[in-house]
């Protein structure tokens, strides 16, 4: 078999799908990004990662590449079928075949924040340390564990998985099934969500966020609860694990807050006589997700 001489990462997310290809050495080479299109159903998601890898391609004279796909949720060890995806059409598809079947390449298939937790532990904020755990606060919540330079899946390919942790069993619906997960409280989409159940007004993230900074009441409690929420899920994720760093990704990554109030919401129930965690921002930005699938590939 001929050495690959670049890799390439295509992560996959409910509103864009964004590619990368590399050299070995880690340089960038080409860097491009469509819409997902998501109502299109599933073979015409393939059909857009399809479109976008061979730009990649054509973008690399078509040499020999290693290719690696980060998306949401993971593949069923007993299925092979793609599980706990929030673009729920994927579910119970057969993603990774349809995939090889539309690239004509081998490829491996990882969950987005595993993918985002590997570039950071490698190559950004959590470099040099043994346990990171990274996670993305986006539009959903996700979670992924690197030992000692390699991502964790776990048998049931269930590690990280923090944002389906439940933390109010009385709290709203997930897609899941369950009431009350980290993901309905500290994503983005949970936020505007439960913002909206209690004022009865729909307002995107980054405007709760803003109207908390301008002292607007009702962004100041949602944002208040925010913190609560997040202070709470850290604490039981460091009960738990342990890890040696937490790196934040995702749009809601960008809240400077998160880094004071945040971490002292976290201090103030964490399991032990002080927090000694460092819980800090990504360093690779929007980048991470698409070079952690660039590193992950076969």
């Given at each position: 078999?001929?050495?690959?001489?670049?890799r390439?990462?295509?992560?996959?997310?409910?509103?864009?799908?964004?590619?990368?290809?590399?050299?070995?050495?880690?340089?960038?080479?080409?860097?491009?990004?469509?819409?997902?299109?998501?109502?299109?159903?599933?073979?015409?998601?393939?059909?857009?990662?399809?479109?976008?890898y061979?730009?990649?391609?054509y973008?690399?004279?078509?040499?020999?590449?290693t290719?690696?796909?980060?998306?949401?949720?993971?593949v069923?060890?007993?299925?092979?079928?793609?599980?706990?995806s929030?673009?729920?059409?994927?579910?119970?598809?057969?993603?990774?075949?349809?995939?090889?079947?539309?690239?004509?390449?081998?490829?491996?298939?990882?969950?987005?924040?595993?993918?985002?937790?590997?570039?950071?532990?490698?190559i950004?904020?959590?470099?040099?340390?043994?346990?990171?755990?990274?996670?993305?606060?986006?539009?959903?919540?996700?979670?992924?564990?690197?030992?000692?330079?390699?991502?964790?899946?776990?048998?049931?390919s269930?590690?990280g998985?923090?944002?389906?942790?439940?933390?109010d069993?009385?709290?709203?619906?997930?897609?899941?099934?369950?009431?009350?997960?980290?993901e309905?409280?500290?994503?983005?989409?949970?936020?505007e969500?439960?913002?909206?159940?209690?004022?009865?007004e729909?307002?995107?993230?980054?405007?709760?966020h803003?109207g908390?900074?301008?002292?607007?009441?009702?962004?100041?409690?949602?944002?208040?609860?925010?913190?609560?929420?997040?202070?709470?899920?850290?604490?039981?994720?460091?009960?738990?694990?342990?890890?040696?760093?937490?790196?934040?990704?995702?749009?809601?990554?960008?809240?400077?807050?998160?880094?004071?109030?945040?971490?002292?919401?976290?201090?103030?129930?964490?399991?032990?006589?002080?927090l000694?965690?460092?819980?800090?921002?990504?360093?690779?930005g929007?980048?991470?997700?698409?070079?952690?699938?660039?590193?992950?590939?076969?």
């Open positions: 078999m001929t050495a690959a001489s670049y390439i990462g295509i992560d996959l997310g409910g509103t864009k799908i964004e590619g990368v290809a590399l050299d070995m050495e880690g340089r960038e080479i080409e860097r491009r990004r469509i819409a997902t299109e998501a109502e299109g159903g599933p073979q015409h998601i393939v059909q857009r990662i399809a479109q976008l061979a730009g990649l391609v973008a690399i004279d078509d040499v020999p590449h290719l690696g796909v980060g998306t949401p949720g993971a069923s060890v007993r299925t092979s079928l793609l599980k706990n929030n673009t729920v059409c994927l579910n119970g598809q057969p993603l990774a075949q349809m995939l090889e079947a539309a690239l004509q390449h081998p490829l491996r298939l990882e969950n987005d924040a595993n993918c985002f937790a590997l570039a950071e532990a490698l950004g904020a959590g470099r040099g340390h043994d346990c990171v755990f990274g996670v993305i606060m986006g539009t959903g919540c996700g979670g992924g564990i690197v030992l000692q330079g390699q991502v964790r899946t776990g048998p049931q269930l590690a998985e923090w944002g389906h942790m439940v933390i069993p009385a709290g709203s619906p997930c897609y899941c099934g369950a009431r009350g997960c980290v309905t409280f500290i994503s983005g989409g949970g936020l969500q439960r913002f909206a159940a209690q004022y009865g729909p307002l995107p993230a980054d405007a709760i803003q908390a900074l301008a002292g607007e009441a009702r962004c100041v409690a949602a944002m208040d609860e925010f913190y609560a929420r997040f202070g709470q899920a850290a604490a039981n994720l460091i009960a738990v694990l342990d890890p040696d760093i937490i790196v934040l990704g995702g749009g809601l990554s960008n809240i400077d807050a998160l880094y004071k109030r945040g971490v002292e919401e976290v201090a103030a129930r964490v399991f032990s006589d002080e000694t965690t460092p819980i800090l921002k990504n360093e690779l929007d980048s991470a997700g698409v070079i952690g699938a660039a590193l992950v590939g076969i």
